[in-house]
């Protein structure tokens, strides 16, 4: 996934979050490519999966990879809908199905939900484009 305000910047995870960071080597492409399924709690949205099998959830609103456990609570954590973005041709922002109205944005880099354009007059930061893997 690569931001539409910093279209130099990609979705990585690492120190236990996902953030925006720049394209690195082989370690960076394969912390920023994901396998993109139908979602865990909706099947018409969208699950993000780890190269080493993790599920990207919104915990304490922080995007960040953990293990399925299986629960309701981490399905509806760990699944997003797509909504097209009025901000740039081809882009999507990414609504919570368990938090309506929350869509995943950055702040400071990081990944997180947030209602749009809350505390932003930078609603790009909710607008993403999905691109083909980086490893």
């Known amino acids: 996934m690569?931001?539409?305000n910093y279209p130099d910047?990609?979705?990585?995870v690492g120190g236990g979050q996902v953030r925006l960071e720049g394209a690195g080597g082989s370690e960076f492409r394969e912390d920023a490519t994901f396998v993109v399924v139908k979602g865990l709690a909706d099947s018409s949205c969208f699950t993000f999966v780890t190269s080493d099998g993790m599920s990207l959830r919104h915990r304490d609103f922080v995007l960040r990879p953990e293990r399925n456990d299986g629960?309701?609570?981490?399905?509806?954590?760990?699944?997003?809908?797509?909504a097209p973005s009025s901000h740039s041709s081809g882009a999507i922002m990414l609504e919570s199905v368990n938090y309506p109205g929350r869509f995943l944005r950055?702040?400071?880099?990081?990944?997180?939900?947030?209602?749009?354009?809350?505390?932003?007059?930078?609603?790009?930061?909710?607008?993403?484009?999905?691109?083909?893997?980086?490893?």
């Open 71 to 82: 629960s309701a609570l981490f399905k509806q954590d760990a699944t997003f809908c797509a």
């Open 9 to 12: 910047r990609y979705w990585r």
């Open 2 to 4: 690569r931001s539409i």
């Open 106 to 135: 950055h702040r400071n880099f990081a990944l997180r939900l947030d209602a749009y354009g809350y505390g932003s007059n930078h609603r790009e930061d909710f607008s993403f484009h999905l691109v083909d893997g980086l490893a």
